[in-house]
């Protein structure tokens, strides 16, 4: 926030004081005290309660002794000021003749017996009087005898009332109001705008940067973006849960749908195929054609587009998408991709999924509809309208690591997770239709 000049009396500054004239209760004010000096250019000449002019030096100035109307750099010599209280209603300067005196709270004026005294005002009219510069400031009078607030750093005279200090109007405080959720601390950027610096184990949400929310770990579940589930369109896409599987250094997590979201073949046409010219990761990524070896156009039907709103799909990294091997079988794995979505390797699901209770899926209703391959976990009997006899309706869920390829045989197939959680190396056929769909992806948040 920009800095306010600082000026005020203090009770060790060194202020001018020149008499002028008025009643001996200092009720009257004479404005014309005040014409001609510029006190240096260091500080604001006013009218006091007591019909005296002074000069309010500004912060680090005090009057100069040989010089009434100037305000010079404040200096080592000893102050005239030192155990002067004022009656407790008031501040004391010092007058062209070194002597201390005191500058009145409102309702009080200078003792005319004893200047460095402060007693209480008679019934006439002040106009400081109940100004209180909204307890941000001090009253003074100017030469037009009105009321005016000498305003405290940080603060500014109210454009519309002289006798109120406000908050700075051309540096609001950006921070004002933010909380950073409890974890953090607030500060302003050089663009002026709040971001939270937060506590150890939280971060900046990646949808307000005025907000601090828990570091995730591997096991939580995020809600991310929308996708259809329940089979009932009227009432809109239900929200995704991704399960954490990863986390890296930069503040990203790796995750993948904790339900089968969807039925898709590896690809649309049974031939050898990897993950590089699939359809699947066609239509995962919204690619176009010559990303496929069957040349489908998924850019306006695909599942990234449908999931995710952009500044959903902005948090999604774009990575790197190993082509890991199969460790059972010498099949050609094919090139490494860079892709926002992704569907896991065998080598990821023992890394991230060590167990095959971890493996286990859940379809969702709109994929039980769709076509998917469940069974009920224990008693091993197939769905019906999506509800599985013991609460489960666990579903075969499709890898990218090639399976067991056999030209010969006429055999191209893709690994695969089973009901149980274990996992097929020798895989399935490319283009069986009844292969549950688990993204992956890396994500900012």
């Not at 010079?72 to 005196?101: F, M, Q, Y």
């Not at 176009?288 to 489908?296: D, H, L, R």
């Not at 899926?361 to 509809?369: C, G, I, L, M, Q």
Request: hydrophobic share 30%; net charge negative; charged share 20%.
């Amino acid at each position: 926030m920009k800095s306010s000049k600082l000026t005020f009396i203090s009770t060790f500054a060194a202020i001018l004081i020149v008499t002028a004239c008025g009643d001996d209760n200092g009720n009257s004010t004479d404005v014309s005290a005040c014409t001609e000096i510029t006190c240096g250019g260091h500080g604001k000449c006013a009218v006091t309660q007591d019909n005296i002019a002074v000069c309010i030096c500004d912060n680090g100035y005090h009057t100069d002794l040989s010089n009434a109307a100037n305000c010079v750099v404040d200096s080592e010599e000893p102050n005239v000021c030192k155990d002067i209280t004022c009656g407790g209603h008031g501040k004391c300067a010092v007058t062209l003749a070194g002597t201390a005196a005191c500058i009145c709270d409102n309702d009080y004026h200078t003792d005319p017996s004893n200047a460095a005294n402060c007693v209480v005002d008679s019934e006439e009219p002040n106009a400081c009087k109940d100004i209180t510069c909204g307890n941000h400031g001090k009253c003074a009078v100017t030469q037009e005898g009105t009321a005016v607030c000498i305003c405290d750093n940080g603060y500014q005279t109210d454009p519309e009332n002289a006798s109120n200090c406000v908050e700075d109007a051309e540096t609001p405080n950006a921070c004002k109001d933010i909380t950073c959720g409890g974890h953090g601390k607030c500060a302003v950027t050089q663009e002026g705008t709040a971001v939270c610096i937060c506590d150890y184990g939280y971060h900046t949400d990646p949808e307000n940067d005025a907000n601090c929310v828990k570091n995730y770990e591997v096991d939580d579940t995020i809600v991310f973006g929308h996708y259809e589930q329940d089979n009932d369109t009227t009432n809109g896409k239900e929200p995704i849960e991704w399960r954490v599987l990863g986390k890296n250094g930069f503040g990203q997590y790796l995750i993948i749908s904790e339900k089968v979201l969807d039925v898709m073949p590896y690809n649309m046409t049974y031939i050898p195929i990897t993950w590089e010219k699939s359809t699947i990761r066609s239509w995962l990524n919204g690619y176009g054609a010559s990303y496929n070896t069957v040349g489908n156009d998924y850019t306006s039907n695909n599942f990234i587009d449908t999931a995710f709103i952009a500044e959903e799909k902005a948090l999604i990294v774009t990575s790197s998408v190993p082509a890991h091997s199969n460790p059972n079988y010498n099949t050609d794995p094919g090139n490494a991709t860079t892709d926002k979505i992704f569907l896991l390797s065998i080598t990821e699901l023992a890394l991230y999924l060590a167990s095959d209770a971890k493996r286990q899926a859940d379809a969702t209703y709109y994929t039980v509809k769709k076509g998917v391959s469940v069974k009920g976990s224990d008693l091993n009997i197939e769905s019906k309208d999506g509800t599985c006899i013991d609460d489960h309706c666990y579903a075969l869920w499709g890898l990218r690591t090639p399976g067991y390829f056999v030209d010969d045989s006429d055999i191209y197939s893709v690994a695969y997770v089973d009901f149980d959680g274990s996992y097929n190396s020798g895989g399935c056929n490319v283009s069986r239709t009844d292969i549950g769909v688990r993204p992956a992806m890396w994500i900012q948040y």
